[in-house]
């Protein structure tokens, strides 16, 4: 006679429980989840007769099934299916539902932790009414804020007072959970009066006011209403799948059309990979030469919460949206403007916006393409010329690759051509610019490699199984031999990653720039019953034995970091992939330059200290450092003011220092610069690039002048001492 295990009995407990708690409304510690049917006299949860809740359906649960299969079999990260994996989900799922703890009750966690370490048992037997029930009691909790938001505008918005010193607390993440209703009401009453302060500084009427923010809780409110059993499982499979890594994805049928967001968008949109982040749709990266990209008006991390078209006045409020929802409201036919509201990475406050304007166009593959420029420096009465390769992202044309054309476009050939022409212009050396570049082909961070070495292994993939791949070059040619620099920052990712790993490792030539990202994972895209699977099956690895995972490429010399590490980058990610290594490949590494990078560190030093572009850039990461240490808000309005009056003025001083470097016309006082922001509404110039500001990259020049200088010095020493010899 089989005996069941106690783990067994208590989860066979819990589905009994939550199984009545759905079907007939019986209550645990006094918190009754009543059947749709009698919802309005739920004790706990203030909903409307309008309000719906959810219950899974066949489907999802054999998708939930298969899912489960895929992560344990072929995902990297080999992960047992216990109660660790079942504190994670667990906590997870609350975090993606509640990230700042504005909805739930401590009595609510409480609850919910009888499921605790049951989700697992839940997970293998197909069973996902227990994150039903979950998602159930927040459904009735967001709807029951909302709700007292929009009475609390009606009724009591006019009687705000805004001279005391109450403040709001920026971040809730790790703030105790609300022990009941009255401290939910004040802590969302802190909210909104924050929002009218900062609609009050921007001058906005205060009949204006309150029409605006009631419209727009009473939208949230009406979306929130429309949610469907699929929301919830979304919600719950990527709170799941993104416990193994954070690159592994569910997508639901409709976001399986939308997977390739980036290049969905830049056929007709503003060319940028978007993704859903808590209750917020978030810009991951700009497609190269996309519209946003070229209008240097959003950055990686800023957050949309409105989208308005140009020929209606009205910015449709999207927070609460799902991310397919966002992206057809982005999209739209060339040549017509979309206007965004966005959360700026830098913010500390999230209801300090700015309103930007977007032409859509289309990317064409030729306007992603690398392209080259010659600048000509002057050194010790010497006139040297430097050949800059601007690479976007590794590209193919796979089409045309396929069909054997052999015109077909990639990176390496295109690269391979300026490279030939650089040679012609008798260039002194070369900077490959990866800034920014996402990555993209894994052959084609192969091949460019072996346009700059003779021969080699280039990075190693290892597999789910534990099997090791090796990427070589396998031709002796070189396109280039001369003094290299390659430049990177935090947003190159990937295949920028194995290149500038290479030519570290090959001391082919110096990594400048900042910690890369550290995307050193390689996917696949599994179709299922309904919708797909992102599921991260191997790693990258340099020659050397080290991953790229988390850790990225650390440059060879360092320059000011632009983004903030624990916002943006793997290493910022949770449940990320750690950093590791395994053994290293026989491979030939060219003569040492170690030697020389002392001296060219030295060099560097001393000049930033007073180059007026990195002074520049120190100071504006020096204001972004004291916003992002802020914890607080202060919610006196004339304190307010006077930190709105010192920033503007901090950002008054950086525009006329920009300004001044480049020989530009200063501004006069503050509302100048106002008027200088009103005009960043309209779409950038197509030639702004020659304009662009870029004190990194003079300085990657000077750095190599220093290379190409201290070589030649170098070289001149060894023959010298040869000819010494030879008398």
């Not at 449709?316 to 700026?344: A, F, H, M, S």
């Not at 032409?359 to 306007?367: F, P």
């Not at 396998?474 to 003094?483: A, H, M, Q, S, T």
């Not at 990194?696 to 000077?702: D, F, G, L, R, V």
Request: charged share 30%; aromatic share 8%; with cysteine.
């Amino acid at each position: 006679m089989k005996f069941l295990q106690p783990k067994r009995i208590i989860f066979t407990l819990v589905v009994l429980i939550i199984s009545a708690w759905m079907i007939n409304g019986i209550s645990l510690n006094g918190c009754a989840l009543e059947r749709v049917s009698s919802l309005s006299t739920c004790p706990s949860i203030q909903s409307d007769k309008d309000t719906v809740y959810f219950f899974p359906e066949k489907d999802q649960e054999k998708i939930s099934d298969e899912v489960l299969n895929f992560l344990k079999d072929y995902h990297y990260k080999r992960q047992k299916i216990d109660d660790v994996l079942s504190d994670k989900v667990f906590t997870r799922y609350i975090e993606d539902l509640d990230w700042n703890r504005l909805y739930f009750l401590k009595s609510d966690i409480d609850d919910f932790q009888v499921l605790k370490y049951c989700l697992d048992d839940a997970l293998k037997q197909g069973d996902l009414k227990p994150i039903f029930m979950i998602f159930n009691r927040y459904q009735g909790r967001v709807i029951e804020r909302l709700q007292f938001i929009i009475s609390l505008l009606e009724k009591e918005m006019d009687h705000f007072t805004y001279q005391t010193n109450e403040q709001l607390e920026i971040d809730r993440k790790d703030s105790p959970w609300p022990l009941n209703t009255a401290e939910l009401d004040d802590l969302w009453r802190k909210r909104i009066k924050n929002e009218v302060i900062n609609l009050r500084l921007s001058e906005k009427e205060p009949g204006k006011i309150k029409e605006l923010l009631q419209k727009r809780y009473t939208s949230q409110l009406n979306r929130v209403k429309q949610r469907n059993s699929e929301d919830v499982f979304w919600t719950y499979m990527n709170s799941l799948t993104q416990i193994f890594d954070p690159h592994t994805q569910y997508f639901s049928p409709q976001l399986s059309e939308n997977f390739d967001i980036s290049m969905k968008l830049s056929l007709e949109g503003i060319g940028a990979l978007l993704q859903g982040s808590n209750e917020y749709t978030k810009i991951v990266r700009l497609i190269p030469a996309g519209p946003a990209e070229k209008s240097g008006l959003l950055k990686p991390g800023d957050r949309i919460v409105g989208v308005g078209q140009d020929d209606d006045k009205e910015i449709v409020n999207v927070v609460g949206w799902r991310l397919d929802e966002v992206v057809e409201l982005i999209r739209g036919p060339k040549k017509t403007v979309v206007r965004l509201e966005v959360i700026p990475v830098d913010s500390v406050d999230d209801n300090n916006t700015k309103l930007i304007k977007i032409t859509r166009d289309t990317v064409k593959l030729e306007e992603q393409a690398a392209q080259k420029k010659i600048v000509t420096m002057q050194s010790r009465g010497i006139s040297y010329k430097i050949g800059i390769v601007d690479i976007p992202t590794f590209y193919i044309d796979f089409t045309a690759y396929m069909e054997g054309r052999e015109d077909y476009k990639s990176t390496t050939r295109d690269v391979k051509r300026l490279l030939k022409e650089l040679v012609q212009e008798k260039v002194d050396g070369v900077i490959v610019d990866l800034r920014d570049n996402g990555g993209g082909a894994l052959e084609e961070a192969k091949a460019l490699t072996g346009l700059f070495i003779k021969e080699g292994p280039i990075v190693q993939v290892r597999k789910e199984n534990g099997y090791t791949a090796t990427l070589k070059d396998p031709d002796k040619e070189i396109d280039y031999e001369g003094p290299l620099v390659v430049m990177i920052n935090r947003m190159s990712a990937s295949a920028s990653e194995i290149f500038a790993g290479a030519v570290q490792d090959y001391n082919r030539g110096i990594i400048i720039g900042t910690q890369s990202f550290g995307k050193g994972t390689v996917q696949s895209l599994e179709n299922l019953k309904k919708g797909q699977l992102k599921i991260t099956r191997g790693k990258f690895y340099r020659i050397s034995g080290e991953s790229t995972q988390n850790k990225g490429v650390v440059p060879d010399i360092i320059f000011p970091e632009l983004y903030d590490k624990e916002k943006i980058g793997e290493s910022a990610l949770p449940e990320s992939l750690p950093w590791d290594t395994i053994g290293q490949v026989r491979y030939q590494p060219l003569p040492e330059i170690s030697s020389k990078l002392d001296q060219l560190r030295a060099l560097h030093e001393k000049r930033s200290k007073d180059d007026p572009g990195f002074l520049y850039l120190s100071k504006g990461i020096e204001r972004l450092k004291e916003a992002r240490e802020k914890k607080f808000i202060s919610l006196n309005e004339t304190i307010r003011k006077k930190e709105l009056e010192e920033s503007e003025r901090k950002r008054f001083e950086l525009e006329n220092m920009r300004r001044e470097i480049q020989g530009e016309t200063l501004l006069a006082d503050i509302s100048e610069l106002e008027n200088n922001e009103e005009d960043e509404l309209t779409p950038v110039e197509e030639n702004a690039e020659d304009k662009k500001f870029d004190p990194m990259m003079t300085e990657a020049e000077k750095i190599l002048l220093d290379y190409i200088s201290i070589s030649s010095e170098r070289i001149a020493l060894r023959k010298g001492m040869d000819n010494y010899r030879e008398h």
